[in-house]
T-cell receptor, first 110, second 115 residues
């Protein structure tokens, strides 16, 4: 059974701080890794994807992948109240069908 | 229209009704997905189509019946539903599974209430 684990939170950070969201996965053959943001009552929105070990930066977001340790993280710099949402980690393996984690709730307070 | 659209956005139906949810993607993708998301629960994958062939069916009750007539359209036919089927039903699309590009783009969802 392929599993993707996330701390459900909530993770609470002050405005302007760095929010660090973590995700671990069980399938060592996993190949692609995604982060989605989901506001309450809305559908998930893709914000980052990463395929190779290391860091990938896009604006205030950085995805970090460590395949040896089987974790992927998302850093949000200069967090804003508008970043308050649930962040979903998704991982694909040989079947290319994503497995989603349960999501981490992030609260950015002014 | 851009992205992934879903209709209707809200649906209330009785347990004896038959209705259909529609999804359309304008992204040139070849894989489409149905997910169910109940309140405070994680996403549940229901069905996956790639290149118009069903490749995944996650033990979904037969009262849910998918249809994918072409790579741009996906339907979910509903009949004799139960109150516990009330949820947000999400459609997503991606490049064909064989491409290895798993980035999914979601529609806005259909909020279904079964009375």
């Amino acid at each position: 059974q392929k599993e993707v684990e996330q701390n459900s939170g909530p993770l609470s950070v002050p405005e302007g701080a760095i929010a660090s969201l973590n995700c671990t996965y069980s399938d060592r053959g996993s190949q692609s890794f995604f982060w989605y943001r989901q506001y309450s009552g809305k559908s998930p929105e893709l914000i980052m994807f990463i395929y190779s070990n290391g860091d990938k930066e896009d604006g205030r977001f950085t995805a970090q992948l460590n395949k040896a340790s089987q974790y992927v993280s998302l850093l949000i710099r200069d967090s804003q109240p508008s970043d308050s949402a649930t962040y979903l980690c998704a991982v694909t393996g040989g079947s290319y069908i994503p497995t989603f984690g349960r999501g981490t709730s992030l609260i950015v307070h002014p | 229209e851009t992205g992934v659209t879903q209709t209707p956005r809200h649906l209330v139906m009785g347990m004896t009704n038959k209705k259909s949810l529609k999804c359309e993607q304008h992204l040139g993708h070849n894989a489409m997905y149905w997910y169910k998301q109940s309140a405070k629960k994680p996403l549940e994958l229901m069905f996956v189509y790639s290149l118009e062939e069903r490749v995944e069916n996650n033990s979904v009750p037969s009262r849910f019946s998918p249809e994918c007539p072409n790579s741009s359209h996906l339907f979910l036919h509903l009949h004799t539903l139960q109150p516990e089927d009330s949820a947000l039903y999400l459609c997503a699309s991606s490049q064909a599974l064989s491409s290895g590009r798993g980035e999914q783009y979601f529609g806005p969802g259909t909020r279904l209430t079964v009375t």
